[in-house]
């Protein structure tokens, strides 16, 4: 159920992103509306997040069907390599350091007067970090990961744009660490997927003391409506998922998993799957291959007839930003699940795209 945040003082920033998901225990079976829902338009728009070669983060929308990318905004953001951007009626939402530069917020920036305003802060939200953005106009919620200063665990936030309060999903577990969530807009759903920090903690220990590989920590996906009443607890996967997408119909879940980062070569796979809601039936969907390499980031298109996802082309060129860091740029595909086949988006030279949103979905 949804908690106020509370307004306390304490403590400095966590950091950065993992992601992973999952999936079910099958119990409670979701109520899906039968409501009509009007045809959505033929253009599929995205925003991406790039990060380039002067270190800093450029804000594109996109056209998948033109291809067409119009730059919004550009940023200095040293250290800071995933934010999300969020396109509403003229504003980008996304996340950024304050002026102490200790905490990261959510930022508004209109793209007519070109005025920039931070939406919380430490003694406002008692928030520390903000990351991993979504956005449902039609009810003003903006949906995100965050960081509270008294917490050593990430937790899902909804904040209303209209009235600028910030509400927790969850009990307040301190144990339950959220990794990465998917909205649902025409369901008003929202797909959340954790882990236990405790478990996670315990299999490392283990696999360091007995010098075995690495097993993954259960993945739990729980189904939320947006004023996060629980709908429906779906069955755990135990995988090393780092994304999930639910689909506008809400009855599959899309997962990433990706294990590039394992030292034991032998283990180290990139596969997309989907999840039947009601079922827990998986299917393996795409996985690497030469010609797409780091597969991930898969997030179902507005139609739900695809998805789309990052992976590195076979020729792509690293380059090297001004703040020493090697980079290789990757590519945006989009998937069709009915013909099994991919068609490349966008990619460009000396930019890596670190995240996108579907933003009509």
Request: include cysteine; charge should be neutral; charged fraction near 25%.
């Amino acid at each position: 159920m949804f908690k106020n945040i509370r307004f306390n003082t304490l403590i400095g920033l966590s950091v950065i992103s993992i992601l992973s998901i999952l999936i079910a225990t099958g119990c409670n079976s979701m109520k899906v509306s039968s409501n009509n829902i009007a045809p959505k338009s033929t253009t599929q728009m995205l925003s991406l997040s790039c990060f380039e070669t002067n270190a800093d983060i450029s804000l594109y929308k996109l056209d998948a069907n033109t291809k067409q990318t119009d730059l919004l905004k550009t940023q200095i953001t040293p250290g800071e390599f995933t934010p999300n951007v969020l396109s509403d009626d003229g504003n980008l939402y996304y996340p950024k350091r304050d002026s102490s530069g200790k905490f990261v917020q959510l930022f508004r920036y209109n793209l007519a007067s070109r005025k920039e305003i931070q939406l919380t802060s430490l003694e406002k939200n008692d928030t520390v970090l903000v990351e991993y953005l979504d956005i449902d106009n039609e009810t003003s919620k903006l949906f995100m990961r965050i960081l509270r200063k008294n917490h050593d665990n990430s937790e899902l936030a909804v904040y209303n744009i209209k009235t600028g309060k910030m509400d927790v999903f969850g009990d307040n577990d301190r144990d339950i660490e959220v990794l990465n969530f998917d909205i649902c807009k025409d369901k008003k759903l929202v797909a959340v997927a954790t882990y236990s920090k405790a478990e996670n903690i315990n299999k490392m220990d283990k696999a360091n003391k007995n010098q075995l590989s690495l097993e993954p920590t259960q993945r739990n996906i729980t189904i939320y409506d947006e004023n996060g009443n629980i709908v429906k607890e779906c069955k755990p996967i135990n995988d090393f998922v780092t994304d999930i997408s639910l689909s506008p119909d809400a009855r599959l879940l899309l997962f990433s998993i990706n294990t590039e980062w394992l030292d034991d070569s032998h283990s180290k796979k990139n596969i997309v799957c989907t999840q039947n809601v009601e079922t827990g039936e998986i299917k393996q969907v795409l996985k690497s291959s030469d010609q797409y390499r780091e597969i991930g980031n898969a997030r179902f298109s507005a139609d739900g007839k695809g998805f789309f996802y990052l992976a590195t082309k076979p020729d792509a060129k690293s380059f090297v930003n001004n703040g020493g860091y090697t980079k290789v740029p990757n590519t945006i595909f989009y998937y069709d699940l009915q013909t099994k086949q991919s068609k490349e988006i966008w990619s460009a030279n000396n930019k890596t795209i670190t995240n996108y949103v579907v933003l009509d979905k």
